[in-house]
């Protein structure tokens, strides 16, 4: 045993410095001279702010906005560290529900998302209106569900529903083979606000790290992993 | 199910397919020591590590040298990568300014990445400092990746050698494994991955304003080049606490397309180098039939139990049509989850695009079983290969305990030792999953940490330590593993799943090495047609039906009755 202390020490210095120092840094210089837009996580900038990623969902919570599905992501209670809040949404610290299909607190949060979006078992609504996705930051919705909501956007914002369908219709992506038909929620608030910017006034100053969404959240699971 | 959903599943398999019979003959080369297309580039690096490690690359090893290697090397990695851990907040390259990470959960940590598991019982994101994430994590899924391979390619040059006392040099094995095969790929990949949209760079993380006014702090960091290896390597960490599912690491179809064609690739390729090894390619042929036949069951089982989805919330008024999508992201749609779920439960790769928690109850059937076989179909890098070994040994000898005759596979005579030792390998899974899990439910602690209750409840227990013992990694991440009881003793399912099992496997070799080979003659049951794929399946079914049948009725199964019923717990 003695005699290949050398090798496994050596060989565990040597690797670190390899794999674990010169790939990743190598990689690193490739991708950010070469592809500085994805190695950075593919932001989207309007009027000089980063307004999120193209690839992460955000929780927009406000009627002029189309809606992400119900996230289950926490964060850390500000009041007690030991203990987490929802949070939907929070990059920081991605997780999905976990609950599983005969979880009564399943149930009884997708019951009261259903009927918050007037659905009844009569009347069935879109599956991932309300259901958390599995990293609670799924950038995208359905076509269905992005359906659901042209009439309340058009009302809140006074628009005509057609020019808020055309925009939709902008912003669904998906060819057959690689990937569902789907709607970038945030692809689509961006060029809603092209079309009609919301007076800076009205903006509301909430942070979405403890704000919670007004769809769904009220009784996801915080889950610790 | 859809036709465009088998479409892609099997665009994604053909692909494999294509691509590993190349790649096989290249391991093959690299683990016999030949000189191949990338010889002159790396070689050169190749003697610095021998040089400076003290290695004569010419001298081999017996079994017990070469098993004492493999300890010695891991040993060395599990104390320094507890160190790194513990020490993170100290050392540099910590721009989200984490402190050490704590004991129990630093050991659980160490154990699970050198052991090629990587169960995570912490969100990378709000845990470990990019340091521990490149210099540890990074680096011990490359080099517990080389030791399965290290370990699979000792086996079947046993099995090719006739009266030999050597099994080769484990650390030739672990060097040539990452030099030539992991890293390379690994590199290629990785570039492809940011061009997908996987982040890679050295911040912690981008604050963005949303439309709405409110704020958004966006963790990124060197993703991508984690990324490649956990899937080349079937290692299975996630950089972020969603896996692959989160959209940095899986963020689009191709892209998790890709993933998947990468966690299936090297085992794949490792029994075709396997067949060019023992000098008969119909040899890994039926091996590799074995496994597809198994995959391709379990992806038709998953795919179809989450489409026809779950009926409880069908009846509240939610549309069935989409099939079960809490937990599962939209743009890979289910097809590719079903896919990829299997996949990497069938190596032991362990990441997900999906949270298998949430799965119906037989969806999330698929993935344990798997689990609970060992990870064979097509198994973890080297892991595979040495697991489903194992299991034709068995094979042969229960076939020529039909017949009446003395049992052979590859032209050795398989005797009472080495069915002892094939036996000691596979009775440590039942003995760890059920021991374990049995204690749990009994124990408060145990009970405390779960996150559904019912017969749920024990399906996450359960799967844990499945996973844990199997070293594959996925999770039903409701259950907080975050605790003492869980840290200790996922971490000893881990340990004792990986090396109580590769200990017999390594005797096995160095006992099949010095039998001399016999040709074959009109007498040998043969193992290289459907005669024997049959065989093997059966002895799969009848080995792990039995151990783990009463356990599945009572999680799955019944849950699956109490789902159709309407049912919540």
Request: aromatic share 8%; net charge neutral.
């Amino acid at each position: 045993m003695l005699s290949q202390l050398r090798p496994a020490i050596a060989m565990i210095v040597l690797f670190t410095a390899l794999t674990g120092i010169a790939y990743p840094l190598a990689i690193t210089g490739i991708a950010q001279v070469a592809m500085k837009g994805p190695a950075d996580g593919s932001m989207i900038t309007r009027n000089g702010t980063v307004v999120g990623s193209a690839l992460i969902g955000e929780n927009f919570a406000t009627d002029r906005f189309f809606q992400g599905r119900p996230s289950a992501t926490s964060a850390p209670d500000p009041k007690d560290a030991t203990k987490t809040v929802d949070a939907p949404y929070n990059a920081a610290n991605s997780s999905g529900s976990n609950l599983g299909p005969t979880s009564q607190k399943l149930v009884d949060r997708v019951k009261a998302s259903v009927a918050a979006l007037g659905g009844s078992p009569a009347k069935s609504v879109a599956a991932d209106a309300v259901t958390t996705s599995a990293s609670g930051l799924d950038p995208d919705i359905s076509p269905a569900y992005a359906a659901m909501q042209i009439g309340r956007v058009a009302s809140a914002r006074k628009l005509d529903a057609a020019k808020i369908q055309a925009l939709v219709a902008n912003n669904t992506v998906g060819s057959a083979l690689f990937g569902n038909s789907r709607v970038q929620v945030l692809q689509l608030n961006v060029a809603l606000e092209d079309l009609d910017p919301t007076p800076a006034a009205a903006a509301p100053a909430a942070s979405s790290t403890t704000k919670p969404a007004d769809n769904a959240n009220a009784a996801a699971a915080p889950a610790a992993q | 199910m859809t036709v465009l959903g088998w479409l892609q599943i099997l665009l994604v398999l053909v692909a494999v397919v294509a691509a590993a019979i190349p790649l096989g003959r290249y391991i093959a080369k690299v683990m016999s020591g030949e000189r191949t297309f990338m010889t002159p580039v790396i070689a050169p690096v190749e003697r610095v590590f021998y040089a400076l490690s003290g290695v004569d690359a010419k001298r081999e090893q017996g079994w017990r040298s070469y098993t004492l290697a493999m300890l010695a090397f891991s040993a060395a990695g599990l104390f320094s990568l507890y160190a790194l851990q513990r020490l993170q907040g100290y050392l540099p390259l910590n721009p989200q300014g984490f402190d050490g990470v704590d004991p129990a959960l630093a050991f659980n940590s160490a154990v699970s990445f050198i052991t090629n598991t990587n169960w995570q019982n912490y969100g990378g994101e709000t845990t470990m400092s990019h340091l521990t994430q490149m210099a540890g994590l990074t680096v011990h899924n490359f080099v517990s990746a080389a030791t399965g391979l290290a370990m699979a390619f000792a086996l079947i040059r046993a099995f090719t050698r006739s009266e030999a006392k050597t099994i080769g040099n484990f650390w030739v094995d672990l060097t040539r494994g990452v030099l030539y095969l992991l890293l390379p790929l690994s590199i290629v990949l990785a570039l492809v991955m940011v061009a997908g949209g996987i982040p890679q760079t050295l911040l912690a993380s981008v604050e963005a304003t949303t439309l709405e006014g409110a704020k958004q702090v966006i963790s990124v960091g060197p993703v991508a080049s984690q990324e490649a290896i956990k899937e080349l390597g079937t290692n299975g960490g996630g950089f972020f606490n969603a896996n692959s599912a989160h959209p940095f690491e899986g963020p689009s179809a191709w892209v998790v397309m890709l993933e998947a064609f990468s966690l299936l690739l090297v085992p794949v390729a490792s029994v075709i180098a396997f067949g060019r090894l023992v000098g008969n390619w119909r040899e890994g042929r039926s091996l590799l039939a074995t496994m597809g036949i198994v995959l391709i069951l379990g992806v038709t089982v998953l795919y179809a139990a989450e489409t026809f989805g779950n009926p409880i919330l069908t009846a509240l008024g939610v549309d069935g049509a989409a099939g079960n999508l809490e937990g599962k992201e939209l743009r890979f749609g289910q097809a590719l989850t079903a896919l990829f779920s299997v996949g990497t439960t069938g190596t032991s790769t362990g990441s997900v695009v999906a949270m298998h928690d949430s799965f119906t109850p037989l969806g999330g059937l698929v993935p344990l079983f798997n689990m609970l076989m060992g990870c064979i179909t097509p198994g973890g890098v080297g892991a595979g290969i040495y697991g489903i070994l194992v299991l034709a040994v068995i094979t042969v000898f229960v076939a020529g305990l039909m017949v009446g005759r003395t049992p052979e596979y590859l032209g050795k005579k398989i005797e009472t030792r080495e069915m002892k030792l094939a036996m000691l390998a596979i009775l440590i899974y039942p003995l760890l999953v059920l021991g374990f899990t049995g204690v749990s439910v009994m124990l408060k602690t145990g009970l405390d940490s779960l996150n559904n209750s019912g017969p749920h409840g024990l399906s996450e227990i359960l799967y844990a330590f499945a996973s844990t013992t199997a070293n594959n990694g996925s999770a039903f991440g409701g259950l907080t593993g975050n605790t003492l009881w869980y840290n200790t003793t996922l971490g000893l399912a881990m340990f004792f799943g990986r090396f109580a099992y590769v200990v017999p496997v390594l005797a096995l070799a160095g006992s099949v090495a010095v039998k001399r080979k016999a040709p074959a003659s009109v007498g040998t049951f043969p193992t290289d047609g459907p005669l024997f794929v049959g065989l093997l399946l059966g002895i799969i079914v009848i080995l792990y039906l039995l151990q783990y049948f009463p356990v599945l009725a009572l999680g799955p199964i019944v849950e699956h009755f109490a789902m159709l019923a309407g049912k919540a717990y």
